[in-house]
Nanobody, 122 residues
């Protein structure tokens, strides 16, 4: 069992940066794939980035490549999403998720946080 709590969201101007954190409890986090998803108002939840348990494998959605960086610190049971050059279209609730198995862009993660709001003003 893994419990996830996101933090670090907020209001930022376009071009600014935010770093989201995902604090995990449970012994299995260090062996779990971690992902970030987001959901904007009126839209479906979409994949943003994911990282393997070792940190050696990362995948990003095209809109995040070059601007966002996913990372993790297993010793601290914490994952991160560094977001730079933010755009108004990045505005959404961002969710941290974890799963066993392989890194995937699919929505079938087993554990989810409650989400943190990111708002980017123009």
């Amino acid at each position: 069992q893994v419990q996830l709590v996101e933090s670090g969201g907020g209001l930022v101007q376009a071009g600014g940066s935010l770093r989201l954190s995902c604090a995990a409890s449970g012994r299995t986090f260090s062996s779990a794939v971690m992902g970030w998803f987001r959901q904007a108002p009126g839209k479906e939840r979409e994949f943003v980035a994911a990282i393997s348990w070792s940190g050696k494998t990362t995948v990003y959605t095209d809109s995040a490549k070059g601007r966002f960086t996913i990372s993790r610190d297993n010793a601290k049971n914490t994952g991160y999403l560094q977001m730079n050059s933010l755009k108004p279209e990045d505005t959404a609730v961002y969710y941290c998720a974890a799963r066993r198995g392989v890194v995937t862009r699919q929505n079938d993660y087993e554990y989810w946080g409650q989400g943190t709001q990111v708002t980017v003003s123009s």
